[in-house]
T-cell receptor, first 115, second 111 residues
């Protein structure tokens, strides 16, 4: 079954450093998403991306965050200057999209720890 | 913003028992979804509901989309140890709007 692949699975970084989280969505999917989950809490929407641009973003997704699809297969989330409160699991997801719900597929996540 | 209220927060049950959990919202969702999350993994879709009043089964799992479009429940029958995990409801207002997740129900099954 097709999978969404995320790397790395764990990342530890110093406060103030830049991190890039990487995702390879399912190849024929058109919509891409980043969600995050602070330990023990619910999954929260960050950003959606379609046709090489952001289609929607939450208030969490401030100027410190950016997304990019640098080639035909990767989808990245960059945090420019990490803060302690950025520590969380970050999940990438993709879907075929369209007017009806086709189904999100989530990756296994990247656990980001900011120290 | 939109919020989903999921209950109970956690449950401890004996193997073989049935389980019920639910989600309510103050706003309407046109799609309701139930996910399971195992430790260190991403959410995995269990059941998707697209029509108000719809009742859908997936093996021992049954979920219903409330007629008002503001609630949904998930039932698990004859629980087994591998049912352990966190169950999340999620709603989608329309089209490709983001999923809104509940806070999850942590299920523990005692053999």
């Amino acid at each position: 079954e097709p999978e969404v692949t995320q790397t790395p699975s764990h990342q530890v970084t110093q406060m103030g450093q830049e991190v890039i989280l990487r995702c390879v969505p399912i190849s024929n999917h058109l919509y891409f998403y980043w969600y995050r989950q602070i330990l023990g809490q619910k999954v929260e929407f960050l950003v959606s991306f379609y046709n090489n641009e952001i289609s929607e973003k939450s208030e969490i997704f401030d100027d410190q965050f950016s997304v990019e699809r640098p080639d035909g297969s990767n989808f990245t989330l960059k945090i420019r200057s990490t803060k302690l409160e950025d520590s969380a699991m970050y999940f990438c997801a993709s879907s075929l999209g369209g007017g009806e719900y086709y189904g999100y597929t989530f990756g296994s996540g990247t656990r980001l720890t900011v120290v | 913003g939109q919020q989903l209220n999921q209950s109970p927060q956690s449950m401890f049950i004996q193997e073989g028992e049935d389980v019920s959990m639910n989600c309510t919202s103050s706003s309407i969702f046109n799609t309701w979804l139930w996910y399971k999350q195992d430790p260190g993994e991403g959410p995995v879709l269990l059941i998707a509901l697209y029509k108000a009043g719809e009742l859908t089964s997936n093996g021992r799992l049954t979920a219903q989309f409330g007629i008002t479009r503001k609630d949904s429940f998930l039932n698990i029958s004859a629980s087994i140890p591998s049912d352990v995990g966190i169950y999340f409801c999620a709603g989608q207002a329309s089209g490709n709007t983001p999923l809104v997740f509940g806070k999850g129900t942590r299920l523990s099954v005692i053999a």
